[in-house]
């Protein structure tokens, strides 16, 4: 059996785009393999949260795995600030990275913008994520093609310690990504990747989103004025993230799709789509209302955290033994 990790940061508006690149990807591993999910919540202090609202989206992802279907008694999901180990394997880390490699991840560069006030933990977030990762001997990583630097990091480092010492200390994990068909595109702009943060609430659909509000971003999409319903990524970037959606939603191909909606107009194909979407997300909103609150979603972090901490103790006691670290 493979051991699997993978984090979401609770950071709000979980959307489509993460649910069809990331957490779909989730779901399907948990049968066949050991798999342990984390609410990445020391990653997404690297920017300022507001405490209460930090609170409040830690349980929402929570509540949200188990709601797209994460079952914990097949996967353990915790919250990463709830074991020590990330935050002591990742200063052990952060001493055998080079300041080189990071000041050279893509994100850093973005997100930095070469300020002087940039935040150190921007700097180490791909350690920590390396930390996340080896803690727990892992073998596969199901992330979205925007994390495959920090995985080639996390691999760099692995084989550097155990060069070094000249021994297994970590596994060295492989990324899984999507396809390319699992990236979701925003709504208004189908150029940028869907994302959490972009002001315009059109341009995604949020997991949670009601009816009336997937109508109002699906109806007004950005599309082209050619009229035919045909998957050409270059000329209709907008038609063809919308027939992604629809086939990753209704489970049909989109060359069954095209044809299916030969001769129609947008607007048809738009209203199909806001059928097929309020249809997939519903049972998703509801097993989140009915577990939100409940005391299995506390009982299930408390376990995991447990199950994720015995692993964890093992692998710093072997990591601290390596390095000569204590008495
Ligand atoms: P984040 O939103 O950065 O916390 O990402 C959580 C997971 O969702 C990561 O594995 C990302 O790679 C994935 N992801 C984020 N945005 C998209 C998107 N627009 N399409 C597909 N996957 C995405
Ligand atoms: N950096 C990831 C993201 O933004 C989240 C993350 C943190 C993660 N630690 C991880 C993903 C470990 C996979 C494994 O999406």
């Not at 959307?15 to 049968?31: P, R, S, T």
């Not at 005391?295 to 964890?312: H, P, V």
Request: proline share 5%.
């Amino acid at each position: 059996m493979k051991r699997v990790f993978s984090g979401v940061q609770p950071t709000g508006n979980i959307h489509i785009g993460n649910y069809l690149g990331a957490l779909k990807q989730f779901v399907e591993l948990q049968d066949e393999n050991e798999c342990i999910y984390c609410i990445v919540d020391m990653h997404s202090i690297t920017l300022p949260q507001e405490p209460k609202e930090l609170k409040k989206h830690i349980l929402d992802v929570a509540a949200l795995y188990m709601a797209v279907g994460l079952d914990p008694k097949k996967s353990t999901i915790f919250v990463q600030s709830q074991v020590p180990g990330h935050a002591q394997l990742s200063w052990v880390l952060t001493c055998s990275s080079y300041t080189g490699e990071l000041s050279r991840m893509t994100q850093f560069k973005d997100k930095s913008k070469g300020k002087e006030s940039a935040p150190a933990g921007i700097f180490t977030y791909p350690v920590l994520m390396a930390a996340d990762i080896l803690l727990y001997d892992t073998d596969i990583v199901p992330v979205g093609n925007d994390q495959k630097q920090h995985i080639e990091l996390c691999r760099d480092l692995a084989i550097r310690i155990n060069n070094r010492f000249d021994k297994k200390v970590f596994v060295v994990p492989d990324g899984r990504f999507m396809k390319s068909g699992a990236r979701i595109m925003a709504l208004d702009d189908p150029s940028a990747k869907m994302s959490k943060s972009a002001p315009n609430p059109k341009s995604r659909i949020s997991l949670l989103d009601e009816p009336g509000a997937i109508k109002k971003a699906i109806m007004s999409a950005t599309t082209d004025s050619e009229g035919t319903i045909r998957f050409d990524l270059e000329e209709k970037p907008g038609i063809s993230n919308l027939l992604n959606i629809y086939s990753a939603f209704s489970g049909l191909a989109v060359e069954d799709i095209e044809k299916k909606y030969e001769g129609c107009g947008y607007g048809a194909f738009k209203k199909d789509l806001v059928e097929v979407t309020v249809d997939a997300l519903a049972p998703i909103r509801e097993r989140f209302g009915e577990i939100r609150n409940s005391k299995e979603l506390t009982d299930a972090l408390k376990d995991g955290a447990e199950k994720a901490n015995a692993i964890s103790e093992k692998t710093m006691q072997r990591v601290y033994k390596t390095f000569g670290l204590g008495i």
